[in-house]
């Protein structure tokens, strides 16, 4: 679908940023509802409970009036949004302190407090009473980060330690659970930043504000891997500039993102601009490929990644706990690092020549019938062992990687090793759009009395028909890969007589599938075989300690 003849009524629709903690995704649409599925484990998801979420589900469960988010951020377990009125929401683990509340787990957003300006007195600064309204949030591992609307940044949660380890000591985070500014950018802007599990990169201009290619790049906290990219393995406690990427340097990074130990940038020569030319830059720990330098050497200098093309514009990057990704403006997607480029999947099943860690680019396929290519890429978003993939201007979802707990959001717990669709939009705007027509049929087949006991019998029937509409696409998207959306959906065989054969459908959708389709069916159904399996094997099990105990 493309952009032309949207209006404001499906921008609920349009997925404009996508953020992937260890096992849970998080989705922002135009309209500023914030989705979340996969693990739920310590309120991550934000629903009210710690229920996994095998499809989207929209988070709104605390909020006692209408919200509006315009930025989403995942850290391992735990969520961050921003909304338009420059506020910060957080939700999920506590453990650290990343909620920026001194307090237990949350399984709701609950509002983040203590951003507040700066001001000088006696020569220091210090913070006012004046609150700062924040611009964007960035969470990694147990951290999380804020730069408010002045150009400030802002850090909590597992931080790096502001003072260098004695000799003798070892390198350990400090635990912060209010938010705290960080000085040392006074009188410059912060534009961007990351942060992995033991250090932070950040983006920031040269002056007061942000001019365009002023940026200069910045790193800081735990270097063992070389990860911050200072040309050595020493820790620094205070942000400190990567050379390649100075004032002085020919190249401006625009784009940073952190794995657990691994750092990769975007950046393009100041005078090839026009040319929409870029590279992409690794450094860091490399030992399953995640530099995609096609070695397992640990680099503590960017280095370039050759085997991507030069002539093509790089619009996203995101890095995993061990892996990468890339897209280009093209539709091209990349990745390299652990297990093929999946990250965690160790239970992935290659051919003898694809398998182990990839230390070079690995090119995506799309599965689609135009080509290899995905139209109109967005953003890419890579989790511990999932990357998912948002493309189509923003109306269409993808994701790969480890399925357990639903983190893929296809409404499946199997593996897939190839991009397969998120179940976009959520199940739940689909009966949305049915339900008028279902309220209809009611009001025309039922006999209605102005007394209340009638309108309470038609409510009812109305909520059964719901789950009815709702029961039946799930089975649907199980079935057919897709949720119910439209007549044409029913099965050819339910349209003619009314009855569904089951087994005629089936052939029929074998029939149609590509060899790529069949072999994610090969995959499914060696899942679901294993999973029957194992529940015999448990229950033989129990079997005999019970018999054993008896006797």
């Not at 705290?180 to 990351?194: L, Y």
């Not at 009638?454 to 009812?460: A, F, L, M, P, V």
């Not at 089975?475 to 054969?501: A, C, R, T, Y």
Request: negative net charge; contains cysteine.
């Amino acid at each position: 679908m493309s952009e032309t003849g949207t209006n404001i009524n499906n921008s609920g629709r349009k997925v404009i940023s996508v953020a992937a903690g260890e096992a849970h995704t998080l989705a922002l649409t135009g309209d500023g509802s914030v989705y979340s599925w996969g693990r739920g484990t310590f309120g991550r998801l934000g629903t009210g409970s710690e229920l996994d979420r095998l499809f989207p589900v929209k988070v709104e469960s605390s909020f006692t009036e209408r919200v509006k988010f315009v930025g989403v951020s995942a850290g391992a377990y735990h969520s961050l949004a921003l909304s338009d009125d420059g506020l910060v929401w957080s939700w999920g683990q506590n453990t650290y302190g990343q909620l920026g509340v001194n307090g237990e787990n949350s399984l709701v957003p609950s509002l983040v407090k203590g951003f507040h300006g700066l001001s000088a007195t006696d020569g220091s600064l210090r913070k006012s009473d004046t609150a700062l309204k924040i611009s964007s949030v960035k969470a990694g591992g147990m951290m999380s980060l804020a730069i408010d609307d002045i150009g400030s940044l802002w850090i909590w949660g597992n931080c790096p330690p502001q003072d260098a380890p004695k000799e003798g000591e070892e390198f350990s985070l400090l635990p912060t659970y209010i938010p705290t500014p960080v000085w040392n950018f006074h009188g410059q802007t912060v534009v961007k930043v990351a942060c992995g599990s033991e250090h932070i990169v950040a983006l920031v201009s040269t002056g007061e504000t942000h001019k365009g290619g002023d940026l200069v790049c910045y790193s800081w906290g735990n270097n063992n891997h070389g990860q911050l990219g200072l040309g050595d393995t020493e820790i620094r406690t205070t942000p400190q500039i990567i050379e390649t990427f100075d004032s002085e340097s020919p190249w401006v990074a625009y784009e940073v993102a952190c794995g657990a130990f691994h750092t990769s940038i975007l950046a393009y020569k100041k005078e090839d601009l026009d040319s929409l030319k870029c590279v992409c830059w690794t450094f860091g720990l490399g030992e399953n490929g995640q530099l995609g330098l096609g070695t397992t050497k640990n680099m503590s200098q960017p280095k370039t990644v050759k085997s991507l093309p030069l002539n093509v514009w790089l619009v996203s990057v995101d890095c995993g706990l061990f892996h990468t990704s890339v897209v280009s403006s093209v539709g091209d997607v990349w990745s390299w690092g652990m297990e093929n480029g999946l990250g965690l999947c160790n239970e992935a099943s290659f051919t003898e020549s694809e398998g182990g860690d990839a230390l070079i680019p690995r090119l995506i396929q799309c599965k689609e019938q135009h080509g290899s290519k995905f139209s109109d890429p967005i953003q890419v978003a890579c989790g511990a062992a999932h990357t998912v993939l948002v493309t189509d201007n923003g109306y269409k979802l993808w994701s790969w990687g480890r399925g357990r707990s639903g983190v893929l959001g296809n409404g499946q717990v199997n593996d897939f090793f190839d991009p397969d669709l998120v179940l976009w939009p959520p199940l739940h705007e689909d009966f949305v759009k049915m339900e008028p027509q279902s309220i209809s049929i009611i009001k025309r087949t039922a006999i209605i009395d102005d007394d209340d006991k009638s309108s309470k019998d038609i409510t009812e029937i109305e909520k059964k028909l719901a789950i009815m509409e709702r029961y039946a696409s799930i089975l649907h998207g199980s079935i057919f890969g897709k949720p119910f959306e439209e007549e044409n959906d029913i099965p050819v065989s339910l349209q003619k007589s009314g009855s569904f054969d089951f087994g005629r459908e089936w052939e029929n959708m074998l029939e149609s599938c590509d060899q790529g389709k069949l072999l994610r069916l090969e995959m499914f159904y060696r899942g679901m075989l294993t999973g029957v399996k194992d529940k015999i094997m448990k229950k033989k099990i129990k079997e005999m300690i019970k018999e054993c105990i008896e006797s």
